[in-house]
């Protein structure tokens, strides 16, 4: 992105796959071992950590991400942008891209590959596709609405597992506030009618929190609302990147550059602590209410992750509209936003008052 355009990419390693000694096919990162597995032969192989190598994502300091961003995904890489949604996805170079995994559609085009920074840390898929498949399957029974084709679509030769990019940030929080707390005090009238009256007094005082991270979607291309209901994801049991934990899936790019990102993260950490403030300040004077709370928040020792989470996705097409249903890779939570099937509709109104009319006419009305 912008901030970054300074920075000399790495080069890339030559290696873009890795064969299977046995049969000579393609292994991809098999989710239920942590291993990469040969989908052919089923031979399996553990991905190796240097011991000079970090286990976990770095955390980086924030001001100086221009100088020490890494662009080195660690294998050749491709660009694949759909022109139907405006996805942009990362692929192995030999990896085929004939269909965008977000939206399904086939107007899908390779493109000159951009600076784009390699993530600092994985958190690897934890869920198969067979598992989302369940997991999807229990959740959609329970939607009676929801029309046959979005349940057909829920198999596990229907689903991607794709990377989606996140920023996370760390930062010592310094906040000094003002407000007014009430203290309510209720009493009964004669007539046993109750009324409250609230004592309210001014306070003021500062407010010292660490977060840890804070994080931000860095793609513009979903739903925000179904991404939130996916969460929260472990970002703590996170693996430092290695191109083996993302074998066989798909990364999108970032389409949300660092300093952006963090001006969303300031807008949602400020809402946190003054959530935080107005618990504490409840919990101190043992008050009932807190209103006009006004903060200054300074952020210290501001530090980044560039993370990529998992999760499995699928699509349908309904009505000349596509709708997305989402699986977390790592918890199994999921989310969706299904059409409403018309006709069900239709029939269950009509059952409903053919049975409040047969109730009317046996009397029990």
């Not at 355009?5 to 890339?12: F, G």
């Not at 309510?184 to 409250?196: I, P, Q, S």
């Not at 209410?289 to 928040?297: A, E, H, P």
Request: hydrophobic letters at 35%.
């Amino acid at each position: 992105m912008d901030e970054f355009d300074n920075i000399t990419i790495a080069d890339t390693k030559e290696e873009t796959d890795k064969k299977c000694p046995q049969c000579g096919g393609v292994m991809d990162y098999d989710p239920a071992s942590g291993n990469l597995k040969c989908p052919y032969c089923d031979y399996e192989e553990a991905i190796k950590v240097e011991k000079e190598q970090p286990h976990k994502a770095e955390e980086l300091d924030f001001y100086k991400a221009e100088h020490t961003a890494n662009h080195d995904w660690g294998v050749a890489t491709k660009t694949v942008i759909c022109k139907a949604c405006g996805a942009e996805s990362i692929y192995d170079a030999l990896q085929t891209s004939a269909v965008c995994p977000f939206c399904g559609s086939n107007q899908v085009m390779e493109a000159n590959d951009k600076d784009t920074i390699a993530p600092g840390g994985v958190v690897p898929f934890q869920i198969s596709d067979k598992q989302a498949s369940e997991l999807f399957h229990r959740w959609i029974k329970k939607k009676w609405f929801c029309p046959k084709l979005a349940k057909d679509s829920a198999k596990p030769k229907r689903f991607k597992g794709i990377y989606l990019p996140y920023w996370t940030f760390d930062a010592n929080t310094y906040t000094t506030y003002d407000g007014e707390y009430g203290i309510d005090h209720t009493r009964r009238d004669k007539d046993g009618n109750t009324h409250t009256r609230t004592d309210w007094h001014r306070t003021s005082g500062t407010h010292r929190e660490f977060i840890d991270d804070e994080l931000v979607l860095a793609s513009k291309n979903h739903d925000m609302s179904m991404l939130r209901s996916l969460e929260p994801f472990d970002t703590e049991n996170n693996k430092a990147y290695k191109p083996e934990y993302i074998a066989g899936f798909v990364a999108e790019r970032y389409s949300l550059g660092l300093k952006d990102a963090w001006s969303k993260a300031t807008n949602s950490i400020k809402e946190k602590l003054k959530r935080h403030i107005s618990n504490e300040i409840e919990s101190q004077h043992h008050a009932d209410q807190v209103r006009n709370l006004r903060t200054q928040t300074e952020f210290r020792d501001i530090t980044y992750k560039y993370l990529l989470l998992p999760i499995w996705v699928s699509n349908f097409k309904y009505n000349d509209q596509v709708y997305q249903f989402m699986v977390n890779g790592q918890t199994g939570k999921v989310a969706d936003k299904t059409p409403v099937s018309v006709p069900k509709v239709v029939l269950t109104v009509i059952g409903i008052i053919v049975i409040i009319a047969i109730l009317y006419y046996i009397g029990v009305f």
